[in-house]
């Protein structure tokens, strides 16, 4: 069964299993003991450390393990934002950063420092002048993924870390998704990342502070890792997580691997629209990940659509609220201004055979055409589709508000219905509307904020805005052809 989510977590490295399996046997003791079990410990531990120092850039000494990616991202930013209180209290982080840096961010605001985000494109990229513009004398730290866990975007990393470095304003990457294919350039400050992406053991993470870098770690104190990481470490998972992570670095075929993937995700990136009518392909087309691609469907519940490929034999993930159970999209899509239902994230893991992608491209055709005909969409997609007998079409305008005061000749009444039926009956009436006037989605599901906009954008229609409506939302949708 293909499995297509590495990035969610990638399969274990052979080199991970045998290091496990061997530091078992020899690195049980506690490492900070003086008698030989213990020695042997310390030499696996300290050994391990010098392998992820080197694959990371940075030294030693400025690398901690911590129990995961998570943690390492939480302990970076509440140590790195305690030792520059009297610089100032504001963090800056990207819109679409990992959510431990967002519940970090939280916890911050909580305690009284304040955030601002960082606006992306609809590639999912940070301009480097936005956060040029956006520092400040009482910033005290910055937030930036080297590349997107959801969408695959590349970041501009070491642009930024030289414009943090001139105003003396520490930057913290997230490098869980990219550490994997290589280093984070630029001379960034503290650097977190997570073994189960890059095929080590899950309950890994390490945090790297470079020297330099004021640093106050929260919480009691502990005279292991530094004192920022405490706890008895994971001394066989650390060292399988080092080895596997030095096995990708020394191995030669690992840039050729890299290679041979781009162009997997480059077919799938061409033929899937092709292939799918009516599928948005998002993310920056170049400058992105080499094995992450992700794509939405218009008129797809993503959960069902997950559903059948996991019945076809696929393992694939999504960012559709209709995949989650918070019921909102993801903060990713939303930030970006794309569409979210139906979403389809592909990630390929070392050694993808490309009979795998080709059978993909074959099978989910026929998987988007059965669960749209579910819902009562055509096979053949399209701009309109057909009004169903019997649907909640109004005549009546809307109920006046606040704005925008659009009266609107049709009102689809879609609450109580989750994505994504509100856009497949916008597109229902849109072809009896007269050009130039506009209908009116009633809808209180989160999705519809963000996916009515995207499909008038597919469209070419007007989006022009939302009001409030009673329980819910009101959508003013203008026809243009």
Known sequence: ?????????????????????????????????????????????????????????????????????????????????????????????????????????????????????????????????????????????????????????????????????????????????????????????????????????????????????????????????SGRSPGFENLPAIVAAAASLRALRADPGTEGEAARLRLLVDRIRARVPELAPDVEVVGDPVRRLPHLVTFSCLYVDGETLLHELDRAGFSVSSGSSCTSSTLTPSHVLRAMGVLSEGNVRISLP?????????????????????????????????????????????????????EPAEAAGLVVDALGKRCPIPVIELAKVIGEVPVGQTVTVLSDDEAARQDIPAWCTMRDQEYVGERAAGRGAAYVVRRRA
Do not use: I
Not at 23 to 47: K, M
Not at 157 to 177: H, K, N
Not at 352 to 372: I, M, Y
């Open 1 to 225: 069964m293909p499995y297509f989510d590495a990035a969610s977590t990638a399969p274990l490295h052979p080199v991970a299993r045998e290091a496990l399996l061997a530091s078992l046997d020899e690195g049980w003791a506690d490492p900070a003991r003086l008698y030989r079990e213990g020695r042997r410990a310390r030499l696996l531990l300290d050994a391990a450390r010098e392998a992820a120092a080197e694959a990371v850039g940075c030294r030693p000494d400025e690398l901690v393990f911590t129990p995961s990616g998570t943690q390492a991202v939480h302990t970076g930013v509440s140590g790195a934002l305690a030792a520059r209180r009297r610089a100032g209290r504001r963090l800056l982080h990207s819109a679409v950063e990992h959510s431990s840096v967002l519940h970090a961010a939280e916890v911050h605001e909580a305690a009284g420092g304040s955030r601002a985000e960082l606006p992306v494109d609809r590639t999912g990229r940070v301009a480097a002048g936005e956060v040029a513009a956006a520092l400040g004398t009482d910033t005290a730290l910055v937030c930036l993924q080297s590349a997107n866990h959801e969408v695959g975007t590349e970041q501009p990393v070491d642009e930024v870390a030289e414009l943090c470095r001139e105003a003396g304003v520490p930057l913290l990457v997230d490098a869980a998704q990219s550490l994997p294919w290589g280093p984070v350039p630029g001379p960034w400050s503290l650097l977190a990342a997570s073994a189960h992406k890059w095929g080590g053991p899950p309950g890994v993470g390490l945090l790297a502070v470079r020297k330099g870098t004021r640093f106050a770690p929260q919480g009691p104190a502990d005279e292991r890792e």
């Open 350 to 402: 070392y050694g993808t055979a490309e009979a795998e992608v080709e059978r993909f491209l074959e099978v989910l055709p026929q998987v988007v055409r059965s669960v749209r005909e579910r819902l009562g969409v055509p096979a053949a997609g399209g701009g309109e589709v057909p009004a169903a007998s019997g649907g909640a079409l109004q005549t009546a305008p809307a109920a006046p508000a606040a």
